[in-house]
């Protein structure tokens, strides 16, 4: 679920009013994985969503979310924002019959580009999940980061919004936590209108993070497709895959899912063709987690997210969450992407593929 813009700096004019998006349309049954042997980093300042994604299919999937909770209670705690923000509301409590533990839950889920040396606030990973606790099902939405979209009078790209939303609340004098907390309330808000389903949380990751934790884990076996080659001396990138089946770590993994630009390859160009990919990362991930090695790394895992993953759900509402899917079939939950059509400079959602989304959102959240 992750796309970059290689070659494109939309994300460093976050103050600006150019926005992006992008589309594809397919139905996939997995979850996600990373790499590497763990370095320590620093706080930083907007951490943000794929990882969460990666990290959820992780522990609902290996069936060891009893033990995440109990080992990572500290590090669920830095990782929501909800409690953290001074509104003056004190502790965000949720009763456990209205909580995620009873009733269906929707989130945002972003992927941002924040790398050392690059980057900005541009969110090209836009994704929306709906899980049911009753039937255990849930449906994972992702749309292309150039997709269009009309909000409050303004045509703009989807990935242009979180950051105009953080720009706008730190202008008006918000602290860092309260910025993210009002560009996920943003984001949560324009995506509910698009997909006709309120949003309850969003969860924000970003890409160090990501290739941090597939180091934590000793890299992921993936198939590339292509001969991957682009480099950008404005925020270092530097992508050199070789087509075949091979081992990667977290720069490289995060290279291959990046992967857009290509002189020799116009195709390469092709969002839909990411996203393709990112089911390839998600299943080597699930398989990664799946072995002994894996799973004896969930630990450090949790705690190398904590460090980059920031949600306005609850602390306690988190461990919710882990302890009632830990165990979920993923045959029970539906991957798709948002198929659209190319119209420079946006992608333009198809009218029945976003209407397929909007049911599957609907059937899991209503059964």
Avoid at 13 to 35: L, Y
Avoid at 115 to 127: C, F, P, S
Avoid at 263 to 287: G, H, Y
Wanted: aromatic share 6%.
């Amino acid at each position: 679920m992750l796309i970059v813009a290689d070659g494109e700096r939309e994300g460093e004019k976050m103050a600006s009013n150019k926005p992006q998006t992008n589309q594809n349309n397919q139905q996939v049954t997995a979850s996600r994985v990373a790499t590497k042997g763990s370095k320590k980093k620093k706080k930083r300042p907007v951490l943000k969503a794929f990882l969460f994604i990666i990290i959820f299919a992780l522990l609902v999937v290996v069936g060891y979310g009893a033990y995440i909770v109990i080992k990572g209670n500290e590090a669920l705690k830095d990782i929501s924002i909800a409690n953290n923000v001074d509104d003056g509301g004190g502790k965000v409590t949720i009763p456990v019959k209205d909580s995620v533990k009873a009733k269906p839950v929707t989130m945002v889920l972003l992927g941002i580009d924040q790398r050392k040396g690059g980057g900005g606030l541009n969110t090209d990973v836009i994704m929306v999940a709906a899980l049911n606790p009753t039937t255990k099902k849930g449906a994972v939405i992702a749309m292309p980061r150039d997709t269009k979209i009309n909000y409050q009078d303004r045509t703009r790209k989807v990935n242009a919004f979180y950051a105009n939303f953080y720009t706008a609340a730190q202008k008006n004098g918000a602290d860092k936590n309260e910025a993210m907390r009002q560009a996920k309330d943003g984001m949560k808000q324009l995506l509910g209108e698009f997909y006709g389903v309120p949003f309850q949380y969003a969860v924000s990751v970003n890409f160090q993070g990501f290739m941090d934790v597939v180091d934590v884990l000793g890299g992921i076996e993936v198939d590339v497709d292509m001969r991957m080659r682009w480099t950008d001396s404005h925020d270092g990138t530097n992508i050199d895959l070789h087509p075949g089946l091979q081992p990667l770590d977290g720069k490289q993994t995060l290279d291959f899912v990046r992967f857009r630009q290509s002189k020799d390859n116009p195709n390469a160009s092709s969002d839909f063709e990411r996203n393709t990919r990112q089911t390839v990362v998600i299943n080597a991930i699930l398989k990664k987690m799946m072995s002994l090695g894996g799973v004896t790394k969930i630990g450090n895992v949790i705690e190398e997210v904590s460090e980059d993953v920031h949600t306005d759900m609850p602390s306690e509402e988190i461990t919710r969450l882990l302890t009632t899917y830990y165990n979920i079939n993923m045959d029970n939950i539906t991957f798709m992407t948002l198929q659209g059509k190319w119209s420079n400079p946006y992608v333009e959602a198809d009218a029945q593929s976003l209407a397929e989304a909007q049911q599957l959102l609907q059937s899991i959240i209503s059964e």
